[in-house]
């Protein structure tokens, strides 16, 4: 298939999986698959895959709440499969071109946030005021295609069409103990998005279950979802013995006592 | 001790529940503010994003100002918040040098505001207050989560 | 402010369950136009829209309550149906009674916005993601294609039902559910529930996803280890879970993504170099 081509699909990609947030926000955009799909375009849909899952273990953290928008990780995740792919390399590569391509089109996103959507949002506001809903309804629908959608399927597929050429004769020139190193760094990367969910979920005495997981694993040699499932007979057998000892588990009826000496719930000072 | 005070248009919520109780270790969290002890259902709602083991106090200002003076929040490990830069300074002028850190976590953007950073956005009667804080000595920062860098408002340029 | 309706299959009032499932599609949409400055506000008027439009025949009713949801908005997507039957249910009660106070409607979707959101992110970003996204790439790891099937399905059959249900558990049952939820203790225990699922799945992952192989042999002879071996007759994966630690040490710490990132691509070239760390 002629680079043009893939150039195009490669952006249908990218657009479908920024369509997420047209769809429920049903995580089309992490890189498990887009990695799956850029496979599929480029002709390799089980490196695509494997591509896709160190993509996502590298980029488990990335994600927003709140105001927080981090690195455009679709364009990291197709581009980077599909330059892996095409230069006959495997995840190291990836992982090598998704970070910066990501941080780069993360400019891009800002700037369609920045010039693009205000325009969109503010003609939504004189829709309302001419009780006009089918306009708002275009506002919100064009909005997010023009300000996000469109700028990041141009960036992926000029990307891919520019890039391709110059990808190639990069890796040549790279030393083996680099492509090396990066391959180690591969196996290394997990580790940052687990210490930032391990951050986000661990409070006072649970970091055991962190433990027992791991020691389930390595042990007893119990696959993720079977520690899945050990979790939530734990979780269920825990949550039962608590309210079977404790009544209404911690309601707002009870009156547990903080350290410190005072009524957690008596809302006084 | 009063560890610290956050201005934050929504109060209570996930951000400011869990990443901020947890990082600075309170247990209690003092909502100052006029309009939500009358408001039953919004007394609800932040009872909803209370932690477990942290205490939750919502009252008026006037009192929490009086509270705070009384010393009876001396026992808690206590973490304010406040709705506005305007209630944060009411908060400051009637207790002295009680607080001692505030953080501008996020305030809304209308047609007065100017946006200094990400979520904050200030009115120029809230610039003022802000100048006036930092002459009295209290360290204002703009920090959404904890593990994001702290930009001292005295260092930003009104834009 | 009970939204309690007389029977479960009709609804009572103006509005069918044909008009909240237009609502419920529209939400579907609710971060494709998020932006800086009012969030989710169009995707929550776009939802609200055929609602408004059956419940007001005036212009000026009509003109207020876009104005109204069009305000600034942000909740965990998939929870987002909750506030929007709250709304319905509010603006319905308004419409037929016109005695509501209608800043109300705002004061609620604004207080609700925050403890939703705290319980929702670490519900569905933390656990659930979790969970599909611990099976999933288990299984892509090793090129199966079923790995990123699974991802999408484990993830979004619980988040598109949680869509649904919150749709009409807000529109039935108000804001007055969450707070009994909340009383029943409830919500305690699903998310202390959820936190334990959720550690152990990350538990797991540090032992299977990180690779850490060090091949430079220690002794001689028969008697010769490589490392890797040494580190593994203490404790299996003994240096996957220091690492670890270590990272979460520097990211308690506050260094910045990009800077953990370059580090361990740092420490992959050097060990390569050196022949410390294999691949």
């Given at each position: 298939?002629?680079?043009?081509?893939?150039?195009?699909?490669?952006?249908?990609?990218?657009?479908?999986?920024?369509?997420?947030?047209?769809?429920?926000?049903?995580?089309?955009?992490?890189?498990?698959?887009?990695?799956?799909?850029?496979?599929?375009?480029?002709?390799?849909?089980?490196?695509?895959?494997?591509?896709?899952?160190?993509?996502?273990?590298?980029?488990?953290?990335?994600?927003?709440i709140g105001a927080s928008?981090?690195?455009?990780?679709?364009?990291?995740?197709?581009?980077?499969?599909?330059?892996?792919?095409?230069?006959?390399?495997?995840?190291?590569?990836?992982?090598?071109?998704?970070?910066?391509?990501?941080?780069?089109?993360?400019?891009?996103?800002?700037?369609?946030?920045?010039?693009?959507?205000?325009?969109?949002?503010?003609?939504?506001?004189?829709?309302?005021?001419?009780?006009?809903?089918?306009?708002?309804?275009?506002?919100?629908?064009?909005?997010?295609?023009?300000?996000?959608?469109?700028?990041?399927?141009?960036?992926?597929?000029?990307?891919?069409?520019?890039?391709?050429?110059?990808?190639?004769?990069?890796?040549?020139?790279?030393?083996?103990?680099?492509?090396?190193?990066?391959?180690?760094?591969?196996?290394?990367?997990?580790?940052?998005?687990?210490?930032?969910?391990?951050?986000?979920?661990?409070?006072?005495?649970?970091?055991?279950?962190?433990?027992?997981?791991?020691?389930?694993?390595?042990?007893?040699?119990?696959?993720?979802?079977?520690?899945?499932?050990?979790?939530?007979?734990?979780?269920?057998?825990?949550?039962?013995?608590?309210?079977?000892?404790?009544?209404?588990?911690?309601?707002?009826?009870?009156?547990?006592?903080?350290?410190?000496?005072f009524?957690e719930y008596d809302e006084e000072f | 001790m009063i560890l610290n005070t956050r201005v934050d248009h929504r109060l209570l919520h996930g951000q400011v529940a869990f990443a901020w109780t947890n990082y600075l270790n309170v247990n209690c969290i003092l909502i100052a503010n006029d309009t939500v002890p009358n408001d039953e259902t919004r007394k609800n709602t932040m009872r909803l994003a209370k932690p477990?083991?942290v205490k939750l106090i919502m009252k008026p200002i006037n009192e929490c100002v009086n509270a705070i003076n009384q010393g009876l929040t001396d026992k808690y490990k206590m973490f304010i918040v406040v709705d506005s830069v305007r209630d944060a300074y009411r908060l400051v002028e009637g207790t002295g040098n009680a607080i001692k850190k505030l953080t501008l976590g996020g305030t809304k953007a209308t047609s007065e505001t100017k946006n200094i950073s990400k979520a904050v956005n200030l009115t120029d009667q809230e610039f003022t207050y802000l100048d006036e804080l930092i002459l009295k000595g209290v360290n204002v920062y703009i920090q959404q989560v904890p593990?994001d860098?702290k930009i001292k408002y005295s260092e930003l340029k009104r834009r | 402010?009970?939204?309690?309706?007389?029977?479960?299959?009709?609804?009572?009032?103006?509005?069918?369950?044909?008009?909240?499932?237009?609502?419920?599609?529209?939400?579907?949409?609710?971060?494709?136009?998020?932006?800086y400055e009012r969030q989710?506000n169009?995707?929550?008027?776009?939802?609200?829209?055929?609602?408004?439009?059956?419940?007001?025949?005036?212009?000026?009713?009509?003109?207020?309550?876009?104005?109204r949801?069009?305000e600034f908005y942000n909740v965990?997507?998939?929870?987002?149906?909750?506030p929007?039957?709250?709304?319905?249910?509010?603006?319905?009660?308004?419409?037929?009674?016109?005695?509501?106070d209608t800043s109300s409607i705002n004061n609620i979707k604004v207080a609700l916005m925050g403890p939703l959101s705290g319980?929702?992110?670490?519900?569905?970003?933390?656990?659930?993601?979790?969970?599909?996204?611990?099976?999933?790439?288990?299984?892509?790891?090793?090129?199966?294609?079923?790995?990123?099937?699974?991802?999408?399905?484990?993830?979004?059959?619980?988040?598109?039902?949680?869509?649904?249900?919150?749709?009409?558990?807000?529109?039935?049952?108000?804001a007055?559910?969450?707070d009994?939820?909340?009383?029943?203790?409830?919500?305690?225990?699903?998310?202390?529930?959820?936190?334990?699922?959720?550690?152990?799945?990350?538990?797991?992952?540090?032992?299977?996803?990180?690779?850490?192989?060090?091949?430079?042999?220690?002794?001689?002879?028969?008697?010769?280890?490589?490392?890797?071996?040494?580190?593994?007759?203490?404790?299996?994966?003994?240096?996957?879970?220091?690492?670890?630690?270590?990272?979460?040490?520097?990211?308690?710490?506050?260094?910045?993504?990009?800077?953990?990132?370059?580090?361990?691509?740092?420490?992959?070239?050097?060990?390569?170099?050196?022949?410390?760390?294999?691949?």
């Open positions: 298939m002629s680079e043009f081509i893939l150039a195009v699909l490669l952006a249908l990609v990218a657009m479908l999986a920024n369509g997420e947030y047209l769809l429920g926000s049903s995580m089309l955009s992490r890189p498990i698959v887009t990695g799956t799909l850029a496979g599929l375009v480029m002709g390799d849909v089980v490196t695509g895959v494997t591509i896709g899952a160190t993509l996502e273990l590298a980029f488990v953290g990335n994600f927003s928008i981090p690195p455009e990780m679709i364009s990291g995740g197709v581009l980077g499969t599909a330059f892996a792919i095409q230069s006959g390399t495997g995840p190291e590569v990836a992982l090598a071109l998704a970070l910066p391509i990501a941080s780069l089109v993360l400019v891009v996103k800002n700037l369609g946030f920045l010039f693009v959507l205000p325009p969109f949002v503010h003609k939504a506001d004189r829709y309302a005021l001419e009780a006009n809903s089918k306009g708002i309804s275009r506002m919100n629908l064009l909005g997010g295609f023009f300000a996000v959608n469109l700028p990041i399927g141009l960036m992926v597929g000029i990307g891919y069409y520019l890039g391709s050429p110059v990808i190639e004769k990069l890796l040549d020139v790279i030393p083996k103990f680099i492509m090396n190193g990066l391959t180690i760094a591969v196996g290394l990367l997990p580790a940052y998005g687990f210490a930032l969910l391990a951050n986000m979920m661990l409070k006072k005495g649970n970091w055991v279950y962190l433990l027992l997981g791991f020691a389930l694993v390595v042990y007893l040699k119990l696959s993720v979802t079977g520690i899945t499932i050990f979790g939530l007979v734990i979780a269920l057998i825990l949550v039962g013995y608590s309210s079977f000892n404790g009544g209404n588990g911690n309601g707002s009826k009870g009156k547990p006592v903080v350290e410190g000496g009524n | 477990q083991g593990s860098k | 402010m009970s939204m309690m309706k007389n029977s479960s299959d009709q609804m009572e009032g103006v509005l069918t369950k044909k008009d909240l499932m237009n609502v419920f599609w529209r939400s579907f949409t609710m971060e494709w136009a998020w932006n989710m169009l995707g929550y008027c776009y939802s609200m829209i055929p609602v408004l439009d059956k419940l007001y025949d005036k212009k000026e009713d009509r003109v207020e309550a876009y104005k949801h069009l965990t997507p998939w929870l987002s149906s909750f929007l039957g709250i709304s319905i249910a509010m603006e319905e009660k308004n419409a037929v009674s016109k005695n509501l319980i929702g992110d670490s519900l569905f970003w933390g656990t659930l993601r979790i969970i599909a996204m611990g099976i999933g790439t288990s299984l892509a790891l090793e090129g199966n294609i079923l790995g990123p099937l699974l991802f999408l399905l484990i993830f979004n059959i619980p988040a598109i039902l949680a869509r649904y249900f919150g749709l009409f558990a807000g529109y039935k049952l108000g007055g559910f969450l009994k939820i909340k009383e029943s203790g409830l919500m305690d225990k699903l998310t202390f529930g959820a936190s334990i699922i959720g550690l152990m799945v990350v538990g797991a992952m540090i032992a299977s996803m990180v690779s850490i192989t060090m091949p430079l042999k220690i002794g001689s002879g028969k008697d010769s280890m490589t490392l890797d071996d040494m580190f593994n007759n203490i404790i299996p994966g003994l240096l996957p879970l220091l690492f670890t630690g270590f990272i979460y040490y520097l990211v308690k710490k506050g260094v910045k993504a990009h800077w953990v990132l370059l580090l361990m691509v740092l420490i992959g070239i050097v060990g390569a170099y050196t022949g410390i760390l294999g691949v």
